[in-house]
């Protein structure tokens, strides 16, 4: 009996794995997170094709020239303005760019697109952290908590940043040039 029950078991957890396999990965950034993962099961990709100046903005994130990012994105925005990644971009880059209060409003609107966004809510607790308003990116560690249902990157990421803010007394927080 237990011999069938631990085959049982390892059947089960053998499916999940074939199942977590088959989902498609969300994309990433410097950091982690720059995908959705959204209701939509997407990871925060869509079928459509991509706009150029948002995969030119992406991999200028990723060379770390934020200042570049900025303004492709903002026009991705301008003429797409229910592209929850973009928005997400626009704000790490803003934030990166040493402007986390600037950032808010960015990560705020991929969240009314997309509520499910898991980068937008890794990126938007850390701005908050830099801001020192902890609560609020605790708000944002529970709900990736929610989102979760493995664990990801964007919950371990703002979990470990939040740990580090709090055993420091607020002094270590997320910095443009970290995180």
Partial sequence: MLDTLRRSALFATLALMLLAAALPAPAT??????????????GGMTAKPEDPKYTEAVKAIKAKDYTKAIPLLEDVVSRDAANADAYNW???????NGNPSGAIPYYEKALAIDPKHRGAHEYIGEAYLMLDDLPKAKVHLRTLDKLCFFPCSEYSDLKKAVEVYE???GKTKPT???Q
């Fill in 90 to 96: 626009l704000g790490y880059a803003t934030r990166k």
């Fill in 29 to 42: 950034a410097a950091g982690g997170g720059g995908g959705g993962g959204g209701a939509d099961g997407s």
């Fill in 176 to 178: 443009a040039a970290s």
């Fill in 167 to 169: 055993k420091t007394g």
